[in-house]
């Protein structure tokens, strides 16, 4: 039958017999039978637990347990039989050093060596286990071991006396003298010790710092990336309306070009290209029809806004943005790049496959191992087309002043180009840019004349 725990007739505990409660004088405290006055309370109580058999008192009996016992382990009682034993025995010691009789003297002695080392046999026991595992006690038995074999040896085959005629032998003079270039050899050897560590210091200190630079440049890496990120956001939320189109007011035009001419002096050339990717791919650069009064982009018709290269206003105008920039090794594909300024501009090693580059100011660009695959520089045809003009306006149906700016820009090595391409570049380029162009321009004629 189970017995709750709020029963008020609870069982009595067993008697304790009265002989285990009398410990022995030399007991060190780790057997069972050895409890204090705090530990047979404890007992009794754990004893009253114990008879109620309700699981929810289980756990609770299991850890009272466990901790009594470690408890008890590791406790270290001093008899009060033994200690008082002790004091008499060293009192008998000192008095036979005051009668100065040997027999009182050597016994106290002895009796208080026997009682010391009972009573400290069980902390040295102890300590020797708490200090050092079994392997480690192996070693040191071991290691003396060997010492003793080695002096059994040399004592007991006669070595200890060669050793000792060997030693009359020797010339020390010549041995001071080998002592001395041993000294000098060791303070070279401990020079070179000390320019080793030096150079391992070296070492590590430039592991470091260039651990701690690529850390930093991983850091500004995601740095920009979230500049970049919150650029995106912000110019989409700046030139659309509740309702996801293209609302763009004159000061909201400003607001973004002046947030783009900021974010391209603060990113290096990847971060360049993705902005501008963003930014053609979401008509942002491209010239957009607009209502002559309103100003909003018109629908074509066709699920996208309708582009009017010749009256079309652009939600950002590059301008002079890119000028002398760096956008070289960079992805430029379907960038609409149209009539900006990449005067002196790094493009080499770009992919610029079908980019739209007319009407370009690519003066003095370099484009040395660019992808110019699907190109456009021009409109129309291009026995007719020619680069834009201060006072001209652009026909984009002939191609006049439709054309980039090619003068003295670097075609070196570029890949793909196509030959109505290269022509373009060697009949407008002049003479510094039709000496860079792969082929050559033979047969081409020179409409710069310079």
């Known amino acids: 039958m189970t017995i709750e725990s709020n029963s008020p007739n609870l069982p009595t505990p067993e008697p304790v017999p009265e002989n285990d409660l009398q410990p022995d004088d030399f007991d060190s405290g780790t057997g069972e039978n050895n409890l204090t006055s705090e530990a047979l309370a404890a007992q009794q109580a754990l004893a009253t637990i114990s008879s ?91 290691f003396f071991g060997l010492l003793v074999a080695i002096i059994g040896l040399f004592k007991f085959t006669g070595g200890s006396d060669r050793l000792l005629v060997w030693g009359r032998q020797i010339n020390w003079d010549i041995a001071g003298t080998l002592a001395e270039w041993f000294g000098a050899l060791g303070q070279i050897l401990i020079a070179i010790i000390a320019v080793y560590v030096a150079w391992r210091q070296y070492v590590i200190s430039k592991d470091l710092t260039i651990q701690q630079n690529l850390l930093t440049v991983q850091q500004n890496i995601i740095t920009q990336q979230q500049t970049i990120d919150s650029y995106f956001q912000g110019v989409s939320d700046l030139v659309l ?55 909003r982009a018109i629908l074509n018709g066709f699920g996208g806004y309708a582009e009017d290269r010749l009256a079309g206003v652009r939600v950002i105008d590059l301008g002079v943005m890119l000028a002398a920039a760096d956008l070289s090794a960079t992805d430029l594909r379907w960038t609409d790049l149209s009539e900006a300024n ?16 007319s009407r370009t100011i690519l003066y003095n660009a370099n484009l040395r191992g660019a992808d110019l695959n699907g190109i456009r520089l021009f409109y129309g045809t291009v026995a007719i087309a020619s680069p834009r003009s201060r006072t001209q306006p652009p026909n984009y149906e002939t191609g006049e002043h439709t054309g980039a700016v090619v003068e003295n820009a670097d075609f070196t090595d570029v890949q793909r180009m196509p030959e109505s391409i290269r022509y373009y570049c060697c009949a407008w380029g002049g003479e510094k840019t039709r000496s860079t162009i792969p082929g050559g321009c033979e047969g081409i004629p020179n409409n710069l004349g310079r």
């Not at 005067?343 to 739209?356: E, W």
């Open 342 to 357: 990449l005067v002196r501009a790094n493009l080499s090693g770009c992919d610029l496959v079908k980019a739209n580059l």
């Open 241 to 295: 309306d509740e309702e996801g189109l293209l609302e763009d007011w004159p000061q909201e035009r400003a607001i973004a070009e002046g947030r783009t001419a900021a974010i391209f002096s603060s990113v290096d050339s990847t971060g360049k290209a993705k902005i501008l990717r963003f930014l053609s791919r979401s008509k942002l650069l491209t010239p957009l029809k607009r209502d002559s009064r309103l100003g």
């Open 52 to 142: 109620l058999q309700s699981s929810q008192h289980t756990t609770a009996l299991q850890q009272s347990r466990s901790s009594f016992k470690q408890q008890t382990t590791n406790q270290l009682t001093v008899k009060p039989r033994a200690l008082v034993i002790t004091l008499v025995a060293i009192a008998i010691t000192f008095i036979g050093f005051a009668l100065n009789n040997s027999i009182i003297g050597i016994l106290g002695t002895l009796v208080t060596l026997v009682l010391s080392l009972a009573i400290l046999l069980p902390w040295l026991k102890y300590v020797l286990d708490e200090w050092f595992s079994s392997d480690e006690k192996v070693l040191f038995v071991a």
